[in-house]
């Protein structure tokens, strides 16, 4: 965390993650998914129910297509720095095969302390989707958002 923090000045924050899963690859979705953080500045406790049915529509998208492409194609990112400059990130991972769940549980602590989200509404989130397992490229170290312009 020492580098991503201090040196890149990424906005991280240490927390304890733990995921308790279990995986009936013959059904091809989680029997269990749960997932929480422990942490003073993002706190989470989320807890999924997968269907292993694939992925078939997303409301408010024109197609299926177009909203997989603005929810999980490879992405580059902007963020604000620890030094209040900006800087970006880019990642690159092959097409997801999506099934669909449902979420049984969710607080994300940051999200309602913003007011981004309130807890009230982290019951509801748009979609649920699930991914066993991707492979995928970060590219590093992140750069300062004026150096790609140059």
Not at 36 to 55: H, M, N, Q
Not at 103 to 125: I, S
């Amino acid at each position: 965390m020492l580098i991503p923090r201090y040196l890149w000045k990424l906005p991280w924050h240490h927390g304890r993650i733990r995921f308790d899963c279990s995986l009936d690859n013959a059904a091809k979705r989680y029997q269990r998914y749960r997932m929480s953080t422990k942490s003073a500045w993002a706190p989470v406790l989320l807890e999924l129910e997968d269907s292993g049915r694939p992925i078939s529509e997303l409301p408010g998208s024109a197609d299926l297509e177009a909203g997989l492409v603005i929810l999980t194609h490879p992405l580059f990112g902007v963020f604000y720095r620890r030094d209040g400059s900006l800087g970006s990130y880019s990642i690159w991972h092959d097409r997801l095969r999506l099934s669909t769940g449902k979420c049984l549980k969710a607080r994300f602590g940051l999200f309602d302390r913003l007011g981004v989200v309130p807890f009230a509404e982290q019951l509801e989130p748009h979609s649920v989707l699930l991914q066993p397992n991707t492979e995928f490229t970060i590219y590093l170290p992140p750069r300062s958002y004026d150096s790609i312009f140059r």
